[in-house]
């Protein structure tokens, strides 16, 4: 019995040690957990707070662009407003909407009236070689802005189709990817905002 006894007395201290050991544990894990949470939410918070004033500025700033150039159209200066000449990003559709209702045909008059409405308008010069025994080459000159949804756009003036420009492709090529046959090679691209 008194063996029994001892057995007895041994397999408690086990399951006491057992459970202190278990509480430890979990203490020390929820610890741990609490301070991940408190890192995680502080990181989280800073970096939201970091793209929230980034996006809300540039924002601002298109917006207020806008609104002065509406404001300079009321009084009749087109150029600036308070010696300050403004410039915004337009979206993709804002885009598309100007070139099909002004019936803007050359990169010249697609850049004068984004000028007078102080859209962002930049300048593609490209270069392309046509097939022939003198190796004519062409110079296109495209628009390209970079819209605020889907980042730089390449547009040809005259038909208002949204290209892509690669040096080594066939300009044929550029309205679908295809770059085989056709027309002539892009030789050169230059872009100046």
């Known amino acids: 019995m008194k063996g029994l006894l001892i057995a007895l007395i041994f397999i408690i201290a086990i399951i006491g040690v057992g459970i202190g050991l278990s509480a430890f544990a979990h203490t020390n894990y929820m610890g741990d957990v609490a301070v991940a949470t408190d890192n995680g939410f502080e990181e989280g918070f800073a970096r ?3 793209d929230g004033f ?4 540039e924002t601002g700033f298109q917006e207020g662009s806008r609104d002065i150039y509406a404001q300079a159209e009321i009084i009749g200066d087109t150029n600036s407003l308070g010696s300050y000449y403004f410039l915004y990003d337009p979206t993709y559709d804002e885009v598309m909407d100007f070139l099909t209702e002004e019936k803007l045909e050359t990169f010249w008059e697609i ?3 984004a000028e ?3 859209i962002h ?5 490209c270069r392309v070689a046509m097939p022939s025994p003198e190796t004519t080459v062409y110079v296109y000159h495209l628009a390209i802005f970079n819209t ?3 980042g730089p756009v390449v547009i040809e003036p005259w038909s208002h189709r ?3 420009v690669e040096a080594g492709e066939t300009y044929q090529g550029l309205y679908n990817g295809d770059n085989s046959g056709g027309e002539g ?3 050169r691209v230059t872009v100046v905002w």
């Open 48 to 50: 939201g707070y970091e």
């Open 54 to 57: 980034r996006e809300g500025s």
């Open 111 to 113: 850049s004068d009236y």
């Open 116 to 118: 007078r409405n102080g």
């Open 121 to 125: 308008v930049g300048y593609v010069r």
């Open 148 to 150: 605020r949804d889907r």
């Open 162 to 164: 949204v290209v892509r």
């Open 185 to 187: 090679i892009v030789d």
